[in-house]
């Protein structure tokens, strides 16, 4: 057995030792600094990611890259304003929604195409994939090069429809009400496609758009929801339909990205890895008790059949011809998010009815 004596002498060596490796890095200057910003707050899962990101790249550098955070709108305070900021080099990393980069890149929108992912396993197969270097490659062309997508992960869990007045079971049920969506053509012809009436308000305004009966609906996460107290508003029925897996769009500078070393491009790389990895999980833990606190408060989930649920898909096609037709690259930037959607439900059930046998 090792005598108490020994024990804190091996302690002391270790402490020493980590002592002098703290010191070691502090002393060493950062030999490259990149600022990233987040329109959010530290309560959100952009801020988790980038915390996690902010530490595996600075150790795993050894201290050669320090990350600087700017949570909030220091630095930028809309999607357009940041990404040209990206551009112009004054911005290094910067998360986006699809909606907020669909300025510059509208074939981004095919992230908020109903039904094609079914679930967060099909969803996070598909985003560590040749999807998104699909998109890169686009943006990058687009962009002259400046603008490089370094991966998706994800930012609020699932877009569910949600409304005031009754459970709604299939889109029939959707029929007249009054639906929030932003001011995007996408999110419209969804709403117009199960039957009710898409009603543009601003975020900020939408609880007293509740209370005032001016929409009667939306299409949120339930941490959203719960977040800005739609239920105090009136808000009661959700319908789990999971129509759009709510993509989160990190960008970085590629003249930044290009000008590090091949070994610290592959800790930055690895460090998206592990961000999104991070983005990934922290959704689904905050939406238990955002889902529980909903129910305690007289809220009603319902979870559609499956059968229930292909009619939604089903009602959902238009969109889905709208899409191709009148965005650039859409047919191609469709196809690509399909296939990979199609392959990663084969891989997965085929590795789960393997896991059950």
Same mark, same amino acid.
Not at 242 to 265: C, I, K, Q, T, V
């Given at each position: ?27 060493? %200057?950062?030999?490259?600094?990149? *600022?990233? +910003? ?30 600087? !955070?700017?949570? &909030? ?17 004054? #911005?290094? #990393? ?8 669909? &300025? ?31 998109? *890169? /490659? ?12 370094? =991966?998706?992960?994800? =930012? ?35 709403? $117009?496609?199960? &039957? %009710? ?8 305004? !939408? ?9 009667? /609906? ?6 959203? #929801? ?7 508003? @009136?808000?009661?029925?959700? =319908?789990?339909? @999971? ?9 970085? /500078?590629?003249? *930044? ?7 610290? *491009? ?38 559609? =059949? ?17 899409? $191709? ?11 690509? !998010? ?13 590795? +789960? ?5």
């Amino acid at each position: 057995m090792i005598s108490k004596k020994m024990k804190a002498a091996i302690g002391a060596v270790f402490g020493a030792a980590m002592i002098m490796g703290v010191a070691a890095t502090a002393s060493q %200057a950062a030999e490259f600094k990149l *600022r990233a +910003t987040a329109n959010s707050n530290e309560n959100d899962e952009d801020y988790d990611g980038l915390v996690v990101f902010k530490d595996f790249v600075e150790s795993r550098s050894n201290g050669a890259i320090e990350v600087e !955070l700017f949570i &909030g709108t220091q630095l930028c305070s809309k999607g357009a304003e940041c990404l040209q900021g990206i551009a112009d080099g004054s #911005i290094d #990393i910067y998360i986006s929604t699809s909606g907020g980069a669909a &300025g510059a890149f509208p074939y981004v929108q095919v992230l908020d195409l109903p039904y094609l992912l079914s679930d967060d396993r099909i969803a996070e197969e598909v985003l560590q994939g040749d999807f998104v270097r699909t998109l *890169r /490659g686009l943006a990058l062309a687009d962009s002259g090069d400046k603008i490089r997508l370094m =991966t998706i992960g994800n =930012t609020g869990g699932w877009r569910n429809f949600a409304n005031t007045k009754r459970v709604v079971k299939q889109p029939s049920d959707m029929k007249g009400l009054k639906i929030r969506t932003v001011v995007a053509d996408l999110p419209q012809e969804l709403v $117009k496609a199960m &039957g %009710a009436s898409p009603t543009p308000i601003p975020w900020p305004e !939408l609880f007293t758009s509740f209370q005032t009966g001016v929409v009667e /609906g939306s299409k949120n996460g339930i941490t959203d #929801i719960m977040g800005m107290k739609f239920p105090d508003a @009136g808000l009661k029925y959700v =319908t789990l339909d @999971g129509h759009a897996y709510m993509g989160a769009l990190w960008w970085m /500078g590629n003249d *930044r990205f290009m000008s590090l070393p091949e070994d610290l *491009r592959r800790v930055v790389v690895d460090g998206f890895s592990a961000l999104q990895q991070a983005t990934f999980a922290s959704p689904k833990r905050k939406s238990i008790k955002a889902y529980s606190d909903f129910v305690k408060g007289g809220g009603t989930l319902y979870v559609p =059949t499956p059968e229930q649920k292909a009619e939604f898909k089903k009602a959902a096609a238009p969109v889905y011809d709208w899409f $191709k037709s009148n965005i650039t690259n859409g047919p191609k930037v469709f196809d690509a !998010l399909a296939s990979a959607a199609s392959a990663a439900e084969k891989k997965i059930g085929s590795a +789960t009815m393997m896991d059950i046998k």
